[in-house]
């Protein structure tokens, strides 16, 4: 698997030379949330683990347009386990395997009650009906897809809230990707709904506990929004996001790596574990974060990371 990586890599970092240089930023509107947990902690001791995690990613991800940011990309499993293995460690990190592996932290209480959002059900929530399963305290569940068929019964049958959405970071007309018959996707030009009108509908705008999200490439647009501007969502803990092709697309795809330096010099989201598609197949990193930022995801999932918690 490695050498056939190793191709890849060889031709992605030529690729990259030529796009991974250019900066670009999104100008987005605020919009002001009613009873959002406080938007920030105040400053805690990291422990000496959190204090390495944070300064490998922040080393790993400095160059961010640069050629090395290629080879990041196509190594991302390895850079992350080499940073964040013993954080991951500490905090007992569970995976959850269906179609495809959804990751987790649970709290310490027995008893604790959480809020999930899955963007693109897809025709799978295995791992979500196994989270669930495992730690019962769900008490509100939505799940957004553009197709009803298939995918609302599946949202409905774990007591949750269907929304039909195609995803995107604004409102607006563009192109998707939307699965069809079999696993076939069909490449259409479509009615898009933020994730800020998205949130609202379903009703998540105080916090979301388990963000996840596997929309089609739009992850990267959002990812970012969400990096520059987070005073625009909710407070959101763990985040389970595939990221697709990033040379397929568009800008914010080509910038993914600025995007995670970005998100490393802000230490609000840890990257924490990625997992990647075989070699046989365009690199999709699903990757998942944990917020170590704000004070109620502090408190309820990562004190174990602060001395004085």
């Known amino acids: 698997m490695r050498n056939c990586r190793f191709s890849y890599v060889l031709i992605g970092v030529s690729i990259a030379t030529l796009f991974f240089l250019i900066q670009r930023n999104s100008v987005s509107q605020s919009i002001n949330f009613v009873g959002i947990p406080t938007p920030s902690s105040p400053l805690l001791p990291w422990t000496p683990e959190l204090e390495h995690a944070v300064t490998c990613l922040r080393t790993a991800f400095q160059d961010g347009t640069s050629f090395r940011a290629a080879y990041h990309w196509f190594y991302l499993p390895e850079t992350t386990d080499k940073c964040s293995s013993k954080i991951a460690t500490i905090l007992s990190m569970q995976e959850f395997v269906g179609e495809e592996p959804k990751f987790f932290i649970p709290t310490t209480s027995r008893n604790f009650t959480y ?13 979500e009906e196994k989270i669930m399963k495992a ?3 769900c008490t509100r569940y939505v799940g957004v897809d553009p197709d009803p068929k298939i995918n609302q019964d599946l949202v409905e049958k774990l007591g949750g809230k269907f929304l039909k959405h195609v995803v995107a970071v ?3 007309i563009g192109v998707a990707s939307l699965l069809g018959q079999g696993q076939a996707y069909n490449t259409v030009q479509t009615k898009r709904t933020s994730l800020i009108n998205v949130i609202k509908e379903a009703e998540l705008t105080d916090v979301i506990d388990v963000l996840i999200m596997d929309i089609e490439g739009a992850e990267f647009s959002i990812f970012l929004d969400m990096i520059e501007s987070p005073q625009k969502y909710p407070v959101i803990c763990q985040l389970n996001i595939e990221f697709h092709d990033a040379f397929a697309n568009g800008p914010e795809a080509l910038d993914i790596i600025d995007s995670f330096d970005k998100m490393a010099l802000q230490s609000r989201y840890l990257l924490l574990k990625v997992t990647q598609y075989p070699c046989s197949k365009p690199v999709f990193n699903r990757s998942f974060f944990i917020n170590i930022k704000d004070e109620y995801c502090i408190k309820k999932y990562v004190s174990k990371l602060f001395t004085s918690a």
């Open 170 to 172: 604004d409102d607006n």
């Open 115 to 127: 809020k999930m959002l899955t963007l693109g059900v897809g025709h799978n929530l295995e791992a």
């Open 135 to 137: 730690h019962p305290g």
